[in-house]
C-alpha cells in the first residue's frame, strides 16, 4: 500500500472513530489481531477492533465533546505517524475519577503498524500528566502547596 493509503487509514481512525464515534468503522479500519499499547491501552482488553472499541467508548463516555485535530502526519513503508491534539470536556467518569467539568487539551503521537489496508498494531504517547493536572486531580506548580 502507498504512503498515502495508509495515512488515509491512520487518519479515519482519529476522525470517524475519535470525533464522530463510529464505532462500526472500526471492523473496516483494525485488523483481528491488532495490539495497541501505551498509556491509553486498557489491561485485559481484547485484541482487535473489540479492544480498540473498548479504549474509544472508555474515553468518549468521559469526554463525550472530543475532538482531535491532526497536526502532523508522517508515513514510510508500513508505519503511520500522526502527532496529534485532543480537546475536551470532562463530563463523565474516568477510570473512577468523577467528572469535574473541565476543559483539556492534550497533545499525543500514535504510531500504526498498516497491513493490508487495516492497522494491526499501534504505538501511542499523550500527555496523560498534563491532562491530570488539567482535570485538577494532579495539582500543577501554582496550585501545589495552597
Given at each position: 500500500?502507498?504512503?498515502?493509503?495508509?495515512?488515509?487509514?491512520?487518519?479515519?481512525?482519529?476522525e470517524?472513530?475519535?470525533?464522530?464515534?463510529?464505532?462500526?468503522?472500526?471492523?473496516?479500519?483494525?485488523?483481528?489481531?491488532?495490539?495497541?499499547?501505551?498509556?491509553?491501552?486498557?489491561?485485559?482488553?481484547?485484541?482487535?477492533?473489540?479492544?480498540?472499541?473498548?479504549?474509544?467508548?472508555l474515553?468518549?463516555?468521559?469526554?463525550?465533546?472530543?475532538?482531535?485535530?491532526?497536526?502532523?502526519?508522517?508515513?514510510?513503508?508500513?508505519?503511520?505517524?500522526?502527532?496529534?491534539?485532543?480537546?475536551?470536556?470532562?463530563?463523565?467518569?474516568?477510570?473512577?475519577?468523577?467528572?469535574?467539568?473541565?476543559?483539556?487539551?492534550?497533545?499525543?503521537?500514535?504510531?500504526?503498524?498498516?497491513?493490508?489496508?487495516?492497522?494491526?498494531?499501534?504505538?501511542?504517547?499523550?500527555?496523560?500528566?498534563?491532562?491530570?493536572?488539567?482535570?485538577?486531580?494532579?495539582?500543577?506548580?501554582?496550585?501545589?502547596?495552597?
Amino acid at each position: 500500500m502507498s504512503a498515502e493509503t495508509n495515512k488515509t487509514v491512520a487518519r479515519r481512525l482519529l476522525e470517524e472513530v475519535w470525533n464522530k464515534g463510529n464505532l462500526a468503522a472500526l471492523n473496516e479500519i483494525i485488523a483481528e489481531d491488532h495490539v495497541g499499547t501505551g498509556p491509553g491501552a486498557l489491561p485485559d482488553s481484547p485484541a482487535g477492533p473489540e479492544g480498540t472499541k473498548r479504549v474509544v467508548t472508555l474515553y468518549r463516555n468521559a469526554f463525550p465533546d472530543v475532538h482531535f485535530t491532526i497536526d502532523e502526519q508522517f508515513a514510510e513503508g508500513d508505519k503511520v505517524v500522526t502527532r496529534w491534539t485532543a480537546d475536551g470536556t470532562h463530563q463523565g467518569e474516568l477510570q473512577g475519577i468523577p467528572a469535574t467539568g473541565k476543559v483539556s487539551t492534550v497533545t499525543g503521537i500514535a504510531i500504526d503498524r498498516i497491513v493490508n489496508g487495516k492497522i494491526a498494531e499501534s504505538w501511542g504517547i499523550f500527555d496523560q500528566f498534563g491532562m491530570m493536572q488539567q482535570l485538577g486531580v494532579i495539582p500543577t506548580p501554582e496550585t501545589a502547596g495552597k
